[in-house]
C-alpha cells in the first residue's frame, strides 16, 4: 500500500521539497513556533526592558522549546536522528523540516553580521594606520598577542589537569575504528606567519579570514599616511571618506541586533532539537570537565580584569553582551562587530579595538585551543596506556607546545575544535588515536561549542581591556577606572607620546643621516662628522625626554597627589 502524507504524496513533492513542510507534524510545530516568535516579538515591542534581558527572555524560550520537541520524540541518539533527518519516511523527519523554519531568523542575524565583519574589520584597521600621529601599534598588537597566547597556556593546563585527575578517559576512549577527519596539519612557524599574506586581494576580501584583511587594510592605511605628507588635500579626502564608511556600517549593525533576542531563540531551540541530548549520560562527564574549564577560564579573565585594577561591575555590565552572542551563534567571527562595540562604549581607544579584537578571532583562542586541546590530550592520557610511556611531564610539555602553535595557525578555520584536536593529537605522535578522541567528544560536541566560542570572545574583550589600561587608552569619560585610575591613564599615554615622539623624531633624523652620506662629494671627515652630530642630537633628544618626563611628574594634577 502506498505511503499516504499530509501535505505531500510523492518523493518529489513541491510541499516537501520547496516549503518544507511534509508531515502534519510539520505544520503544528511550525505553527507553534511562529506564534511564539510573534508573540515574543509584540511583547518585546510593548515591554520596555534592557537588551540583556531581551537575549535571556529569549534564550529561555528557544532552550524549554527545542527541549519539549527532544522530549516529544523521545530523545533519540546520534545514528538515530542523522537517519531521520534524512529519511523522510522517517517518525523524526518532521523536526528537521521544524528546524529549516524555525532557523529562520537566526540565518539572517548570522549572514547580515557576516556580512558587516570584513567591512568593519577593514576600514577599523584602516582608519586607525590611516590617521596622522598614531603610533605604538606594534607595541599594542605583541602586547596582545602575548596576553591571547598566556591565556591558551594556563587554560590548556588546567583543563589538562582535571582531565587527568578525574580520569576523563577512563572506560570512555574506544578503538580507532572511525576516517580521521580531515584537518589542517602542523606547519612550521615561518609557514604559519606567511599563510597570513594573501596573494589575492579580492578572493582575501570575500573570504571569511580576518588576518589577510587586517594585512590589506594596514597596507592601504599606512600607503595614505605616506602618501599625505606629499597629497595632503586628497588623503584627508580618503580618512574623511572611511570616517563615513565607519558611521554607516555600524547603523547597519545596530539595525541587525534589534533582532538577535529573535534570532538567539532560534539558535537554542535548533541546538536542543538538532543534537542527541539523550547520549549526554554516556559522556557527562567529558562535557562536564568541558563545561567546568569554560567556567574556570571566565573567572580567570575576570581575576585578569580585577588585578588590573579594572572596575568587575563596570566591565561586566557590558561584557555580557560578546558572551551571550558568542554562546549563542557559537561564531567568534560573527560576533566580532558586537565585541568591537561593546569595547567602544567602555571607551577603550579604536586603536586597541581595531587591532586585538579581530586577531582575537583568529588565534589564541583560550576554549577552542585552550580548553579544547587540554580535554582531548587528557583523554588520550587517562583512556590508553600507550602515551605513558613518555612519562606525564614530557607528555604535557610537548602537547603545550604543540597547543600553542596550532592556536596561532589552526584557529580561525571552520570546524576550529575538531581541527585543534586533529592537528594536536597528531601534532604529538599519536595520530591513531585521532578517531576515537572525537568519538568522545564528538556526540555533543554543537553544545560544547557555545560555551567554548562565549569563552573565546570574552578572552578578545578582556585582553583589549588589559592592554588599553596598560597603554593609557581607557577614555576619561570611561566607567571602568577610578578616578585615580583614570589619573594614572594620563600618566601612562604621556609617556609613551613622549616615547614615541623620541623613537619616530630619531628614526627621521637616522633616514636624514643616511640620504647625507650618500652625497660622493663628501669627504671621509665630512661624514664622520655627520655621524657625531647625529649621535650628539641623539643625545640630546634623549636628556629632552627625560627632563620633559621630570617636569611633568613636578606638575601633575593635585588629584594624583
Known amino acids: ?57 529569549g534564550m529561555l524560550i528557544g532552550l524549554i522549546f527545542g527541549i519539549i520537541i527532544q522530549s516529544i520524540i523521545g530523545f533519540p541518539n546520534k545514528e538515530q536522528l542523522d537517519s531521520g533527518f534524512k529519511d523522510s519516511d522517517s517518525s523524526l523527519y518532521w523536526v528537521n523540516e521544524l528546524n529549516i523554519w524555525s532557523e529562520f531568523f537566526k540565518n539572517i542575524f548570522i549572514r547580515g553580521v557576516y556580512l558587516l565583519t570584513i567591512p568593519i574589520v577593514f576600514i577599523a584597521i584602516f582608519k586607525i594606520t590611516a590617521k596622522p600621529g598614531e603610533t605604538g601599534l606594534a607595541r599594542i598588537t605583541g602586547k596582545g598577542i602575548a596576553i591571547l597566547l598566556i591565556n591558551v597556556a594556563v587554560m590548556f593546563t588546567i583543563t589538562f589537569f582535571l582531565g587527568v585527575v578525574t580520569k576523563v578517559g577512563s572506560g570512555v576512549l574506544g578503538v580507532n575504528d572511525g576516517d580521521i577527519p580531515k584537518g589542517k596539519d602542523n606547519v612550521p612557524l615561518p609557514e604559519i606567519i606567511w599563510s597570513y599574506i594573501p596573494i589575492n586581494f579580492f578572493a582575501a576580501l570575500a573570504s571569511n579570514s580576518i588576518i589577510p584583511v587586517m594585512v590589506i587594510a594596514a597596507l592601504a592605511g599606512f600607503s595614505v599616511k605616506i602618501l599625505a605628507k606629499r597629497n595632503k588635500v586628497e588623503m584627508e579626502a580618503i580618512v574623511k571618506a572611511a570616517n563615513t564608511a565607519w558611521k554607516v556600517t555600524s547603523s ?76 549563542a551563534t557559537q561564531s567568534s567571527n560573527a560576533t566580532l562587530p558586537v565585541s568591537m562595540n561593546t569595547l567602544e562604549k567602555m571607551k577603550i581607544s579604536d586603536k586597541v579595538v581595531s587591532s586585538i579584537t579581530p586577531i582575537s578571532t583568529t588565534m589564541g583562542l583560550i576554549a577552542c585551543a585552550g580548553i579544547q586541546s587540554g580535554l582531548a590530550t587528557s583523554i588520550l592520557w587517562t583512556g590508553s596506556d600507550v602515551p605513558h610511556s613518555m612519562g606525564l611531564f614530557t607528555y604535557f610539555i610537548i602537547s603545550l607546545f604543540v597547543t600553542i602553535v596550532a592556536s596561532l595557525g589552526i584557529a580561525g578555520v571552520p570546524g576550529t575544535a575538531t581541527v585543534v584536536t586533529v592537528g594536536v593529537i597528531g601534532g604529538i605522535g599519536f595520530s591513531e588515536f585521532i578517531g576515537s578522541v572525537l568519538a568522545v567528544i564528538a556526540p555533543l560536541d554543537g553544545l560544547f561549542d557555545m560555551g567554548r566560542t562565549g569563552a573565546n570572545v570574552l578572552g578578545g574583550v578582556s585582553t583589549a581591556t588589559i592592554v588599553a589600561k596598560s597603554e593609557g587608552l581607557i577614555g576619561e569619560d570611561s566607567g571602568l577606572l577610578t578616578i585615580r585610575g583614570l589619573e594614572k591613564q594620563k600618566d601612562i599615554l604621556f609617556h609613551n607620546n613622549q616615547k614615541d615622539e623620541l623613537k619616530r623624531t630619531i628614526e627621521s633624523k637616522r633616514k636624514e643621516l643616511i640620504v647625507n652620506l650618500k652625497q660622493k662629494e663628501l669627504s671621509i671627515e665630512d661624514k664622520n662628522n655627520l655621524k657625531k652630530e647625529f649621535n650628539e642630537n641623539k643625545k640630546t633628544l634623549k636628556e629632552n625626554y627625560v627632563t620633559k618626563l621630570k617636569e611633568y611628574k613636578e606638575n601633575k594634577n593635585p588629584i594624583k597627589k
Do not use: C, H
Request: glycine share 6%; proline share 2%.
Open 1 to 57: 500500500m502506498k505511503k499516504v502524507y499530509f501535505l505531500a504524496d510523492n518523493k518529489n513533492d513541491i510541499l516537501r521539497d520547496f516549503l518544507a513542510i511534509s508531515k502534519w507534524q510539520s505544520a503544528v510545530a511550525i505553527l507553534v513556533f511562529a506564534l511564539l516568535q510573534i508573540g515574543f516579538y509584540i511583547f518585546l515591542k510593548k515591554i520596555k526592558i534592557s537588551f540583556m534581558y531581551r537575549v535571556i527572555i
Open 252 to 327: 547597519m549593525l545596530t539595525n541587525f541586533m534589534k533582532i538577535m533576542p529573535l534570532a538567539v531563540m532560534s539558535m537554542l531551540s535548533t541546538s536542543i532539537t538538532s543534537r542527541p541530548i539523550g547520549e549526554l549520560a554516556n559522556i557527562g562527564k567529558v562535557i562536564g570537565i568541558g563545561y567546568l574549564a569554560i567556567i574556570i577560564a571566565i573567572i580567570w579573565l575576570s581575576l585578569q580584569i580585577f588585578l588590573a585594577r579594572i572596575k568587575i561591575g563596570a566591565w561586566w555590565k557590558e561584557s555580557w553582551r560578546p558572551l551571550i552572542q558568542g554562546f
